[in-house]
């Protein structure tokens, strides 16, 4: 059975960067498009950034574009989220998913099998 274990969440000043690291076990890492979502206190989880299984294609969210950046190490079995130029607006519980043998990256929750359990990232003003 796969298991994701993200790490790398705490509390940063707005303006700051933090790196997420999503490790996987239990699963072939290279047959899985990896994704981002996250959710803040009071509203749904949201799509953030996806990324095939290669590492070749990146897709993010709109209010992302530009300061966060997803990456991928097979060798590893994990998927990176570099966030920069924090905002307190992307304060929220950071996930990691898998989707398997997904060609084209979903942003849609349901497309994907494993979840992690999630870690806290908090932007102050």
């Known amino acids: 059975q796969g298991q994701l274990v993200e790490s790398g969440g705490g509390l940063v000043q707005a303006g700051g960067s933090l790196r997420l690291s999503c490790a996987a076990s239990?699963?072939?890492?290279?047959?899985?498009?990896m994704g981002w979502f996250r959710q803040a206190p009071g509203k749904e989880r949201e799509f953030v950034a996806t990324?095939?299984?290669?590492?070749?294609?990146?897709y993010y969210v709109d209010s992302v574009e530009g300061r966060f950046t997803i990456s991928r190490d097979n060798a590893k079995s994990t998927v990176y989220l570099q966030m920069n130029s924090l905002k307190p607006e992307d304060t929220a519980v950071y996930y990691c998913?898998?989707?398997?043998?997904?060609?084209?990256?979903?942003?849609?929750?349901?497309?994907?099998?494993?979840w992690g359990q999630g870690t806290q990232v908090t932007v102050s003003s």
């Open positions: 998913a898998a989707d398997f043998a997904a060609v084209v990256p979903s942003k849609s929750m349901g497309n994907y099998d494993y």
């Open positions: 990324i095939t299984r290669s590492g070749g294609n990146t």
């Open positions: 239990g699963l072939t890492f290279s047959r899985y498009a």
